[in-house]
Nanobody, 117 residues
Framework: QVQLVESGGGLVQPGGSLRLSCAASRSIPLISAMGWYRQAPGKQRELVAVIGSGGSTMYADFVKGRFTVSRDNAKNTVYLQMNSLNPEETAIYYC???WGGGAYDDWGQGTQVTVSS
């Protein structure tokens, strides 16, 4: 199992920016992908952005051009830069990793992002 700890959430005004971080407790072997999901109250968890082992990225349509996912392999950390946030994006943001050649999935505890004036 890999422990994932998110940070960087908080309260931001509409149109503002936040940068989320997700640090893994150890080096992760055979990573398939690391990424971010979010879950708003009363809604299902949804994919936000993913970065693959080779650095390829994939984004949900609703964040393209505004969010950027990146990874620092030396720090075992994945980031999510979020710009132009709107109130509908208020949610708990979760970090996820698929590793061991796709055999394992681990989740962070989540970090709250609130977009409000």
């Amino acid at each position: 199992q890999v422990q994932l700890v998110e940070s960087g959430g908080g309260l931001v005004q509409p149109g503002g920016s936040l940068r989320l971080s997700c640090a893994a407790s150890r080096s992760i072997p055979l990573i398939s992908a690391m990424g971010w999901y979010r879950q708003a109250p009363g809604k299902q968890r949804e994919l936000v952005a993913v970065i693959g082992s080779g650095g390829s990225t994939m984004y949900a349509d609703f964040v393209k051009g505004r969010f950027t996912v990146s990874r620092d392999n030396a720090k075992n950390t994945v980031y999510l830069q979020m710009n132009s946030l709107n109130p509908e994006e208020t949610a708990i943001y979760y970090c996820h990793v698929r590793w061991g050649g796709g055999a394992y999935d681990d989740w962070g505890q989540g970090t709250q992002v609130t977009v409000s004036s």
